[in-house]
């Protein structure tokens, strides 16, 4: 048998640039797990109840949400990219 090259961080992230937004979710939860284990069942809940509550808000139209590539531009100039 022959030993398989390790992936590199940019593979991973060229092989998933094209997959559904939900299953990126899921392979970052799941490596997340797999480093850190699970999540304590009060936090879980307090941030299901946030997600909740923000949701609400911005269907309520309290709040606006801002689009994800004027978020990623201001990230990016904070950290200078």
Do not use: Y
Not at 14 to 39: F, M, N
Not at 57 to 76: D, N, S
């Amino acid at each position: 048998m022959v030993p398989s090259m390790p992936i590199t961080v940019e593979q991973i992230v060229e092989e998933t640039r094209q997959w559904p937004a939900d299953a990126v979710a899921e392979l970052v939860d799941r490596i997340l797990l797999a480093k850190h284990g699970g999540v304590e069942a009060t936090v879980e809940g307090a941030w299901r109840n946030e997600v909740q509550r923000r949701f609400a808000e911005l269907e309520g139209g309290q709040v606006r949400g801002i689009p994800m590539e004027e978020t990623l531009a201001k990230a990016r100039k904070l950290i200078g990219r």
